[in-house]
Each structure stands twice: as structure tokens, then as C-alpha cells.
């Protein structure tokens, strides 16, 4: 074996050095991936979680209970941070009062629907910017993320669904995440739930049916849940094997290379190269030109 295809890479090692350094006072970060309606279930996971830390100084930063009962009845014993009122057009909002939770500074904060727009007049715009600022202040974030808000799937999750997602997050905030955790239940108990009114209040079950929650689509998102989960995984074994000097039976040098013009398709095309690009382990490259007809992305090989 040539002893230089055994050592680290030195530009690779340092960028990991880098990373790790910055990390040494921020906040650590856990995500559960869900996918619809798994969110009643998803209050019981974290109270497992808390009752393992339970030594811990914990807070719920925010928890969108959606009338239910059975969520709210979880939240006990748990302190909450009062939500801010905003008033935005005649309607009240409640958001979470970062402001509070960055005050009362607990060692973990427990944060809801990470995709969420904030009301207007906020301090960030989207309620993930909100975590990577208690992240960024060193306080550890148990955040939800629906399978469908992620950037890189809006385009597959409306082929399944017929329903185009607007609020998204980039797939880099997920790439920050320290750990996913992935929470499953089946569509068969998934809509038991539903007509039990755990997920929705009744008066709107039955249109929930009928449009998003079919069985058809919450098969497809939950296939979707979890080869996200997997190719989360399947980096954090590459990287582990690559910090460590592994060798890996994986090909390298692959490249995409994904060519866009000032099109609509445009941002079809790049998170669509994104998440080709996750699947195949490759980097990618992003070409702009204001003078292409036809543009499309395109698989290319380099010897590396």
C-alpha cells in the first residue's frame, strides 16, 4: 500500500481542526426528522430525552401544540418561557421570545417547527435563524423538522403531494446538526391518529384526508424520511473514516457540475443537483450564464 494514500489529508485535517474549534463554545444541536402527522408523538420522544438529562437545566423555548390536548398534557413539569405577542394585521401571534430564552440561558432549550416564518417585525425572519442564535450563545436546541420543509425535496414533496412547499429551510442548517434523529410510526397509525383527533382538531380531519394526509403521500414522505436519515448516516460514517484514515471501498474524484440561466428552472435544477450530489457522495459546481437556451446538470468525472 503507498503510505501516502493512508495519511489524512493535511487541508482536510485542518478544516476539521477549524470546525471543531468553533464548535468548542456553541450550543449542541439535535434535530428530529418527522413527517406528518407524527408531531403529537414527537413531545413524548423529547420527555425521554429530557428524563435521561435529567441533571440537566432544561426550558421549552417554544412547542406549537395546535389545540391539542394530549401535546399540552406532556408539556407539565416542564419549564416554559412565555411566548411573545405580536400583533400583525388585527391577529395576534405568538413566537418565541428569543430574547427570554437567550436571558434565562438554560443548558438545552426545546424548540418546535424549526421551518417556521416568524410575524413580520421579528428579529429573524425564519424560526431556525432564532436557533442558530441560542446555538451560537452555547445553549444546546432539540428542534422538529418536517421532511417536506427541507429546500433540496420542495420539488419530489410537491410530485407527491401536488402541494408546493414555501416555507423551507437550506439544506446547510442541516448540515450543522450535531445529530438527527429520525421518528417513525407507520401511515396506518399515522391516520388512526388522525381520525383519533390527536393530530388535528376535528372540524378539521376530514378535509386533512381528503388533501394532504392520503395514504399514498404519507407512504412516499416516510420513504423520503427515512433515505434522508440514511444518507445523513452514511456522511457521518465517510467522515468519521476520513478523520480517522480509513479507507473507504467508495470512488472519488466525482464531480457535478449543474449549469443555470436566469430561468424559473433554475432553482429546480440547483436543488436537484444538491441532492444528487448527497447521494452520490460528490461535489458540485454551479455555473451561472445569462446566454444559454438550453441548460441542464450534468454528471462529470475528473481523475482526482
Known amino acids: ?49 429530557v428524563t435521561e438529562k435529567s441533571d440537566t437545566d432544561i426550558v421549552v423555548g417554544v412547542v406549537e401544540t395546535h389545540k391539542r390536548q394530549e401535546t399540552a398534557a406532556m408539556l407539565q413539569n416542564l419549564e416554559i418561557v412565555p411566548v411573545k405577542n405580536v400583533e400583525y394585521r388585527g391577529v395576534i401571534l405568538h413566537e418565541m421570545d428569543i430574547d427570554a430564552v437567550l436571558a434565562r440561558h438554560p ?61 423551507t429551510i437550506p439544506d446547510t442548517v442541516i448540515d450543522t446538526a450535531d445529530e438527527i434523529r429520525l421518528v417513525d410510526l407507520p401511515p396506518d397509525e399515522l391516520l388512526k391518529r388522525l381520525t383519533e383527533g390527536k393530530v388535528y382538531v376535528p372540524e378539521q380531519v376530514a378535509h386533512a384526508m381528503e388533501d394532504f394526509f392520503r395514504k399514498g403521500n404519507l407512504t412516499a414522505l416516510r420513504e423520503l424520511t427515512m433515505r434522508a436519515a440514511a444518507e445523513r448516516v452514511d456522511e457521518q460514517v465517510r ?40 447521494q452520490l457522495s460528490a461535489e458540485w459546481l454551479r455555473f451561472m450564464s445569462k446566454h444559454l437556451i438550453t441548460f441542464g446538470f450534468l454528471p462529470v468525472k475528473w481523475n482526482v
Open 1 to 49: 500500500m503507498d503510505e501516502n494514500t493512508s495519511r489524512p489529508n493535511p487541508d482536510e485535517l485542518l478544516v476539521r481542526v477549524q470546525a471543531e474549534e468553533a464548535k468548542i463554545n456553541r450550543g449542541n444541536s439535535k434535530f428530529f426528522s418527522v413527517m406528518p402527522p407524527v408531531w403529537v408523538k414527537l413531545t413524548p420522544c423529547w420527555k425521554t430525552r
Open 107 to 167: 443548558q438545552l432549550a426545546l424548540v418546535d417547527e424549526l421551518a417556521h416564518t416568524n410575524a413580520p417585525g421579528s428579529r429573524h425572519p425564519k424560526r431556525y435563524q432564532d436557533v442558530m442564535e441560542l446555538l451560537e450563545s452555547g445553549i444546546d436546541v432539540y428542534t422538529t423538522l418536517n421532511i417536506q420543509h427541507v429546500e433540496s425535496l420542495r420539488d419530489t414533496v410537491e410530485q407527491i403531494t401536488g402541494i408546493s412547499m414555501h416555507e
Open 239 to 278: 467522515s468519521y473514516m476520513n478523520s480517522h484514515s480509513i479507507r473507504g471501498p467508495w470512488a472519488t474524484g466525482e464531480r457535478l457540475m449543474v449549469c443555470i440561466s436566469p430561468s424559473s428552472l433554475g432553482s429546480r435544477l440547483v436543488r436537484t443537483a444538491r441532492r444528487l450530489a448527497t
